[in-house]
């Protein structure tokens, strides 16, 4: 599975932006995707997951401002990102958790990191 993100940018405070995802190669393995954000100095956070059915599950501080989304059929997650925060800022990877079985012996595939900066 290959991971294209894209996306992202400098905005300011109030702002939206959309990050965008696209699987390739064993997209049919692939159940969960989402984001999780990394800023300096911390460890990297989920943001925002959905399942192939639908479900969604987003961390606290972004609940109410950002969307996760999902083209089954592009095999493209979208995460629409509304009334941006300074504290927002942070490289966001997309990510794939593939595999059959339990949810435990998934594989999680990355995309590359795109920066996502909001200035006050």
């Known amino acids: 599975v290959q991971l294209q993100a894209s996306g992202g940018g400098l905005v300011q405070a109030g702002d939206s932006l959309r990050l965008s995802c696209a699987a390739s190669g064993r997209t049919h393995i692939i159940n969960k995707m989402g984001w999780y954000r990394q800023s300096p100095g911390r460890q990297r956070d989920l943001v925002a997951e959905?399942?192939?059915?639908?479900?969604?599950n987003y961390v606290d501080s972004v609940k109410g401002r950002f969307t996760i989304s999902r083209d089954n059929d592009r095999n493209t997650a979208y995460l629409q990102m509304n009334s941006l925060k300074p504290e927002d800022t942070a490289v966001y990877y997309c990510?794939?958790?593939?595999?059959?079985?339990?949810?435990?012996?998934?594989?999680?595939?990355w995309g590359q990191g795109t920066l996502v900066t909001v200035s006050s």
């Open positions: 959905i399942k192939p059915g639908g479900s969604t």
């Open positions: 990510f794939a958790a593939a595999g059959a079985g339990r949810e435990s012996d998934w594989y999680n595939y």
